[in-house]
């Protein structure tokens, strides 16, 4: 130290506060970007779940304006027509209608259901689903978790439903997606969220460096 010249020492002094700086600076990016992946575990899914349950109502409320004013001039066919039509999710969403009996009145994906009363059918878990959605909709309608076999499958997967009562009727409105088309979104979300940590920090070292 007593080796270097007055003006090294002043850069030196100089230079100590901006090593500092960095040095925390590095420890905060890192810390905080630990905390966002530590967040992003606990939050991700629920914030996108919450989304897609949003999603489902607004998919709910267009369908039921859709077909309210066919069934109010009392043209069941063209609103059951038109229902089995309405697509979202590039083709995989898809509604279905029950009425307060049972009776499946509109099966988009599977048309050979309608007509036959499912009230005391079990779902692949062994629950009573038409009657819950039954009486969902005598509540004013809701939300509803079960597993369902997807088209190309024979067994179930974890599903949530919107059940709507269409006014007017007896019909209950149903659409859905599966949970865990929703889980992979997250884990792939998470993956470049892990490759953004860890480009994070070494941005930081080098910025540090």
């Given amino acids: 130290m007593n080796r270097l010249s007055i003006r090294q020492k002043i850069l030196l002094l100089a230079l100590l506060p901006l090593t500092l700086l960095a040095a925390v600076s590095t420890w ?3 810390n905080q970007s630990l905390r ?8 991700l899914h629920r914030s996108l779940f ?6 489902l109502a ?3 409320e267009l ?4 077909v309210t004013p066919l069934l109010q001039q009392g043209n069941t066919d063209a609103a059951k027509a038109q229902l089995r039509r309405l697509r ?3 083709g995989s969403g898809y509604f279905f209608v029950y009425n307060g009996e049972g009776v499946q009145v509109v099966s988009a994906d599977n048309p050979a259901r309608e007509g036959n ?3 005391d059918s079990t779902s692949p878990d062994g629950r009573h689903l038409v009657q819950e959605y039954v009486a969902l909709g005598r509540q004013g309608g809701g939300y509803v978790e079960y597993s369902w076999p997807r088209p190309d499958s024979t067994q179930g997967s974890a599903k949530l439903a919107n059940i709507t009562p ?4 007896d019909w209950l409105l149903g659409t859905g997606f599966y949970i865990d088309d929703l889980q992979a979104t997250v884990a792939g979300l998470e993956q470049e969220l892990s490759a953004s940590v860890r480009q994070g920090l070494i941005n930081s070292a080098l910025s540090a460096a």
């Fill in 58 to 60: 607004n998919y709910m």
């Fill in 28 to 30: 905060v990016n890192v």
């Fill in 166 to 169: 269409i006014p007017g009727t």
């Fill in 36 to 43: 966002l992946k530590e967040l992003s575990g606990e939050s």
């Fill in 50 to 55: 919450d989304a897609r349950k949003q999603q």
């Fill in 63 to 66: 369908a039921v304006s859709g």
């Fill in 88 to 90: 979202f999710d590039n």
């Fill in 117 to 119: 009363n499912y009230l």
